[in-house]
């Protein structure tokens, strides 16, 4: 089973910048899709960042332009960029295989990231 662990959050004033990783275990990563979730306090867990096996990355509306994924497969290693930041992306951060949130398992201890003056 893979194993996946968050880092890299922390608090953080609006317009400020976090870089997160997701190391992963297992020998499938370099064909593995995988994404970057948020769950914020009463709310349900979004997907917010994704890079397929072969390079294609997509974004949610609400981070585009300020949020940047990449992978490293040799280090097994997902990384989020996060610039720019707001309040409203207060949340606790996870990575995970690219899927539907409901559906996936196996998530991380993740982290925690907060935007505030």
């Known amino acids: 089973q893979v194993q996946l662990v968050e880092s890299g959050g922390g608090l953080v004033q609006p317009g400020g910048s976090l870089r997160l990783s997701c190391a992963a275990s297992g020998s499938l990563f370099s064909i593995t899709s995988m994404g970057w979730y948020r769950q914020a306090p009463g709310k349900q867990r979004e997907l917010v960042a994704a890079?397929?096996?072969?390079?294609?990355?997509n974004y949610a509306d609400s981070v585009k332009g300020r949020f940047t994924i990449s992978r490293d497969n040799a280090k097994k290693t997902v990384y989020l960029q996060m610039n720019s930041l707001k309040p409203e992306d207060t949340a606790v951060y996870y990575c995970n295989i690219l899927g539907t949130p409901a559906l996936l398992e196996n998530w991380g201890q993740g982290t925690q990231v907060t935007v505030s003056s």
């Open positions: 890079i397929t096996r072969g390079g294609t990355i």
